[in-house]
């Protein structure tokens, strides 16, 4: 379907080129030919419109998809040319027929007859799938469908006089522009919801499972005799462990999938982090900073892993998480009063390089400040909103 979309579109826009604001440039109407090409060019996008919604197969080599969308636009605009300089219809009543003007009014009856076919179309496909860009796709085409009708009942061929249906093509490609939008920023979450997810996945499979194994390592040893009061206190150590990561866990996906909105997430981890008093944390979000679905992901996992390592590895008392403006950019920082560490050691750590991933994944720009006894900073300044 997104081919049959890519095709249609394409054809549309490079035959308007091509026969009809190419010649506008000119400063010249538009010849008999580069209108009826206009008019034939038309027709078959919105013949490629309509039977796109009823097409359900996945292609696989899009590459050679898309070359071969392009190659047969190239066909259809060079078989619109060939034969409309081969008929040589001249426009409507210039020689006092009607001929030329009643085929015109066919044409536009036939593309009004396929818009009806998309706009059902894509209707049936977003009360079936609830997609929202077939019900932007819907939306746009009937617009589409009521300037054809215009065309029907008042058929015109090469003016260059505005009408209300050139009013309602325009709504119609805002609409659509729209509505594509929507759906490339839903497809950009959605991928960013799973890649999260699998990230997270990682995480049980490197943390929490770690744990239970460890419980069960332990479990194991009682039951063969060792000593509990040896035993009893990793076996103690282990399950809170296991609690913490289960917790870290869901809130990462709660806030990865949208369930959750990102500030409640983060305050939640937050209070989920310092419960046992090792770490005090001031958090401080200004509510004028805005982040996008992708934003929000990544932050979250950088501050997790900011607070993270100044739990595990810094000895930290205290950290301060801060995300707001400055100098007209949003800024992510995450300050600890930790031992720090030598700047030539920031390439060792996994923690380090995995929270500059995730900045450079949402273009935002990272910096590390550290020095020993000193604690360690850390500053995420996002893309221009």
Not at 106 to 126: P, S
Not at 308 to 331: C, K, Y
Request: aromatic share 8%; with cysteine.
């Amino acid at each position: 379907m997104d081919a049959l979309l890519a095709g249609a579109f394409l054809a549309s826009a490079i035959g308007a080129v091509l026969f009809d604001v190419g010649p506008a440039l000119d400063g010249g109407q538009p010849s008999d030919w580069q209108a009826w090409a206009w008019v034939g060019t038309s027709l078959a996008a919105t013949g490629l419109l309509a039977v796109a919604p009823f097409t359900s197969r996945r292609l696989a080599m899009r590459r050679s998809v898309l070359a071969t969308v392009w190659l047969g636009v190239g066909l259809v605009l060079c078989g619109m040319w060939l034969v409309v300089r081969a008929l040589d219809v001249g426009s409507p009543g210039e020689d006092g027929s009607s001929v030329a003007e009643s085929a015109l009014a066919v044409a536009a009856a036939a593309q009004a007859a396929l818009a009806v076919f998309a706009v059902v179309g894509f209707g049936l496909r977003y009360r079936r799938y609830a997609r929202d860009l077939d019900s932007w796709l819907a939306l746009a085409l009937t617009l589409v469908l009521f300037a054809d009708l215009q065309s029907v009942l008042a058929p015109d061929l090469g003016t260059r006089e505005l009408l209300q249906g050139d009013f309602l093509r325009l709504l119609a490609n805002g609409v659509l522009l729209v509505g594509v939008w929507r759906a490339i920023s839903d497809a950009e979450f959605g991928r960013a919801v799973a890649d999260e997810r699998a990230r997270v996945a990682q995480d049980i499979h490197d943390g929490l499972a770690q744990y239970l194994f460890a419980i069960s390592t332990h479990i194991t040893m009682l039951e063969q005799g060792a000593s509990l009061d040896q035993t009893l206190p990793k076996l103690k150590q282990a399950a809170t462990g296991a609690q913490h990561e289960a917790r870290y866990a869901v809130l990462a996906l709660s806030s990865a999938g949208g369930v959750a909105p990102f500030d409640a997430a983060l305050r939640r981890y937050v209070e989920v982090l310092t419960a046992d008093g090792a770490l005090d944390v001031s958090l401080e979000i200004d509510p004028g900073v805005r982040l996008a679905p992708d934003e929000q992901i990544e932050v979250f996992r950088i501050v997790q892993e900011g607070l993270a390592n100044a739990r595990r590895h810094a000895d930290a008392q205290q950290a301060w998480v801060r995300i707001g403006w400055r100098a007209g950019r949003r800024v992510v920082s995450v300050r600890d009063d930790g031992i720090g560490f030598e700047g030539g050691s920031v390439g060792a750590g996994q923690g380090l390089k995995s929270m500059r991933r995730r900045a450079e994944a949402i273009e935002g720009g990272f910096s590390l400040r550290s020095s020993p006894e000193e604690g360690t900073a850390i500053e995420v300044v996002l893309r221009a909103a």
